[in-house]
């Protein structure tokens, strides 16, 4: 393995450039080829079988273009589909639900966490198992959001729909008083403004992009990988489908132009 090969991250759309920003502040000098499943998104609706299957698509395509570590960006995939992501691949696969429940224990002063994300994670109660493994005592309040993603990848970040079914998300939450609210599902950093203002600042948000980095970090340092090249990083995107819309949004988020954005089929 090379130290300047690439970092492959992947997600079922547009949400795992939350995990890229993060990335490209906390590791700079890295080279990203990041994958979002556009023409397929979302996943958090659909079979076990289906996210399996794509999981495996995008696996092996990244894995041909020789990446020396593996980000599960979606926290579907993650909680769904890792052990048969890890079982195709021969380099490091990190997921974001660990790390996630990991910063969330941290954080808790009251311990007591809610978790939102979309039914397929909620369903799998792998944040549950994940944060009880850290913490037995903690109290966790999990909710569905299966129209978060939707309109993430719409780009309504900001309007007043989003708020109004946030708002009703979020309201069994906040009822329950949580103190920390894990934002189990990588589109949902794109609505940080807008669900910090819901819950109020006594609420700390659990960001799974920036868990993501740290671990990657974390890693990359313990195995000696680093990329030392003194070239300017090399950042490649792939999407699935609708290349303009997933530029628009996100150059507007990385504050960045693409200079390419490819379309494949898998």
Same mark, same amino acid.
């Given at each position: ?7 492959? /991250? ?5 949400? #795992? ?13 890295? =080279?990203?080829? *990041? ?5 397929r998104?979302? *996943?958090?609706?659909?079979? /076990? ?13 990244? @894995?041909?273009?020789?990446?020396? &570590?593996?980000?599960?960006? %979606? ?17 490091? /696969? ?12 941290t ?9 939102? #994300? ?21 109290? @966790?309040?999990?909710?569905? %959001? ?5 309109? /993430?990848e719409? #780009?309504? &970040? ?14 069994? &939450? ?10 189990? %599902? ?11 203002? @819901? ?19 974390? &890693?990359?340092?313990?195995? =000696? ?10 950042y490649?995107? *792939?999407?699935?489908?609708?290349? *303009?819309r ?14 390419q ?6």
């Amino acid at each position: 393995m090379k130290n300047n090969q690439a970092i492959g /991250v992947f997600d079922s759309g547009i949400g #795992g450039l939350t995990v890229v920003r993060s990335l490209m502040e906390r590791l700079p000098a890295e =080279n990203i080829i *990041y994958f979002g499943d556009t023409a397929r998104v979302p *996943y958090g609706v659909k079979s /076990v079988e289906t996210i399996n299957r794509y999981a495996s698509q995008i696996t092996e395509f990244l @894995i041909k273009k020789k990446v020396k &570590l593996l980000i599960v960006a %979606c926290n579907t995939m993650a909680a769904v589909a890792y052990r048969t992501i890890k079982g195709l691949s021969h380099v490091p /696969v990190l997921e974001v639900i660990n790390a996630s429940a990991r910063n969330a224990v941290t954080q808790a002063h009251a311990k007591s966490i809610g978790v939102i #994300g979309t039914p397929a994670t909620i369903n799998s109660n792998a944040y549950a198992r994940a944060i009880r493994l850290l913490d037995k005592k903690v109290k @966790i309040f999990s909710q569905a %959001c299966p129209l978060f993603v939707p309109l /993430v990848e719409e #780009g309504l &970040l900001n309007h007043r729909a989003t708020k109004l079914i946030a708002e009703e998300y979020l309201k069994p &939450l906040l009822a329950e008083k949580i103190d920390t609210l894990v934002l189990g %599902c990588t589109h949902y950093p794109l609505l940080k403004p807008l669900l910090q203002d @819901i819950v109020g600042r006594r609420v700390k948000l659990i960001d799974s992009a920036e868990a993501m980095a740290d671990i990657t970090a974390e &890693l990359i340092e313990k195995q =000696n990988i680093g990329n030392n090249s003194k070239r300017e990083p090399n950042y490649l995107f *792939y999407v699935s489908d609708v290349p *303009y819309r997933f530029q628009s949004i996100g150059e507007k988020f990385l504050g960045r132009k693409f200079s390419q954005v490819k379309v494949i089929s898998l």
